[in-house]
């Protein structure tokens, strides 16, 4: 098993910039990818970023292209969301997840380990 731990979140003015980090710990040599979802209430969860583990290879979802970043940092086993020039529309709970091999990276069925989720708050 895998445990994953967000933080990093809270408030932040319109604009502004927050760093989320997620530290993985457990069964971590069998991590393929690590991925970012938010679900703002009322909606349903929406994938954001993910980033594969030995590759690094990164993708990002059209809503945050540009403004966000996703890194990985293998010796720590943590992977972290830079988000910049963030907007209210950007509030939301942010989930990191571990995701299964060669599944498509935007479905949230691809993974199989989540976060408790940290809550971002961008106010206008």
């Known amino acids: 098993q895998v445990q994953l731990v967000e933080s990093g979140g809270g408030l932040v003015q319109a604009g502004g910039s927050l760093r989320l980090s997620c530290a993985a710990s457990?069964?971590?040599?069998?991590?393929?990818?690590v991925g970012w979802f938010r679900q703002a209430p009322g909606k349903e969860r929406q994938f954001v970023a993910a980033i594969t583990w030995s590759r690094a290879n990164t993708y990002l979802s059209d809503d945050v292209k540009g403004r966000f970043t996703v890194s990985r940092d293998s010796a720590k086993n943590t992977a972290y969301l830079q988000m910049n020039s963030l907007k209210p529309e950007d509030t939301a709970v942010y989930y990191c997840a571990t995701a299964l091999p060669m599944q498509p990276l935007h479905m949230s069925g691809s993974y199989n380990y989540w976060g408790q989720g940290t809550q971002v708050t961008v106010s206008s």
């Open positions: 457990g069964r971590t040599i069998s991590v393929y990818a």
